[in-house]
């Protein structure tokens, strides 16, 4: 079935540096791919995505690319500050069924 | 709009006896889901839907039932509780040609001892 792979499972940068986190996913269909952002004790919140005919997108602080052929994609965050301190979460879906994947999420840690 | 809401926020049960986790969502999205979540192990689908009447298992469905009779509700009933179901739970929602991914309800903690 499908399947996505996150890693690192736990990231610790200092305050100022950028911080890479990388997914894989197996199902070759998928088409779409949100990151997520889950403070201690809420609910997971969209912080960036993209679609499968797009390389690259960027939002201020935050990136995320994408390798279809190698099925990789990765979430990109510079300059980072306390408050990104918190678990991402990367998913792959397809189109028309919205059945997302989730992977097992990376906790990061910014060092002040 | 409230968004997702969900009910209850915490819920302690006796292995055996059976629930309701309650999810209703005011953007007209169509498709639903349920997630359950532990540590380490991220997010697992349990049950999703594309529409009222339409629904399908996902990772982890065992020991769950789930039914979309209206648009805004998707329950999720736990059939008889076990000590494994001890998670929380969201649920989602979201729709087709959205740009913003599914919007997630804020959780229920549940404990089954």
């Known amino acids: 079935g499908e399947n996505v792979e996150q890693h690192p499972s736990t990231l610790s940068v200092q305050e100022g540096d950028s911080a890479v986190i990388k997914c894989t996913y197996s199902?070759?269909?998928?088409?779409?791919f949100p990151w997520y952002k889950q403070e201690l004790g809420k609910r997971p919140q969209l912080i960036i995505d993209?679609?499968?005919?797009?390389g690259e997108k960027k939002d201020q602080r935050i990136a995320v690319t994408l390798n279809k052929t190698a099925k990789h994609f990765s979430l990109h965050i510079t300059e980072t500050q306390p408050e990104d301190s918190a678990v991402y979460f990367c998913?792959?879906?397809?189109?028309?069924?919205?059945?997302?994947?989730f992977g097992t999420g990376t906790r990061l840690k910014v060092l002040a | 709009n409230a968004g997702v809401t969900q009910t209850p926020k915490f819920q302690v049960l006796k292995t055996g006896q059976s629930m309701t986790l309650q999810c209703a969502q005011d953007?007209?999205?169509?498709?639903m889901s349920w997630y359950r979540q532990d540590p380490g192990m991220g997010l697992r689908l349990i049950h999703y839907?594309?529409?009222?009447?339409?629904?399908d298992q996902g990772e982890v469905p065992n020991g769950y039932n789930v039914s979309r009779s209206t648009t805004e509700d998707f329950p999720l009933r736990l059939l008889s509780a076990a000590p494994s179901q001890t998670s929380v739970y969201f649920c989602?929602?979201?729709?087709?040609?959205?740009?913003?991914?599914?919007?997630f309800g804020s959780g229920t903690r549940l404990t089954v001892v």
């Open positions: 993209i679609r499968s005919n797009v």
């Open positions: 199902d070759s269909a998928s088409n779409y």
């Open positions: 839907s594309v529409g009222a009447g339409i629904t």
């Open positions: 953007m007209n999205h169509e498709y």
């Open positions: 998913a792959a879906t397809t189109s028309g069924t919205y059945k997302y994947i």
């Open positions: 989602a929602s979201s729709s087709p040609g959205t740009a913003y991914g599914y919007t």
